[in-house]
């Protein structure tokens, strides 16, 4: 199993970011997919979880600024991040699972900052 994020980066508050998340080496449409964020020196925060277009869930931290989606023909998991906060700065690592996430990624940088 191989995930690898990329999109990170440096971002005004209220700017957007898009990460992506390419997933290998396993029967990636048939696993919930799961984005989980790291602020520094903090704990480990749940973001959002996709399985099929209709199943998809969100923390309330980022409810109607972020949407996740997947494309199974790439294999390919996307967190669009809209009117990002300074709150929001963290390394976003991509998982797979849902109630247990047993691959992670090596995760991605986002700074909002101004």
């Known amino acids: 199993v191989q995930l690898v994020e990329s999109g990170g980066g440096l971002v005004q508050p209220g700017g957007s970011l898009r990460l992506s998340c390419a997933a290998s080496e396993f029967a990636f449409s048939a696993w919930t997919m799961t984005w989980v964020r790291q602020p520094p020196g903090k704990g480990l925060e749940w973001v959002s979880s996709?399985?099929?277009?209709?199943?998809?869930n969100y923390a309330d931290s980022v409810k109607g600024r972020f949407t996740i989606s997947r494309d199974n023909a790439k294999n390919t998991v996307y967190l669009q991040m809209n009117s990002l906060k300074p709150e929001d700065t963290a390394m976003y690592y991509c998982?797979?699972?849902?109630?247990?996430?047993?691959?992670w990624g090596q995760g991605t940088q986002v700074t909002v900052s101004s």
């Open positions: 998982t797979r699972g849902w109630t247990t996430l047993d691959y």
């Open positions: 996709i399985f099929g277009q209709d199943k998809i």
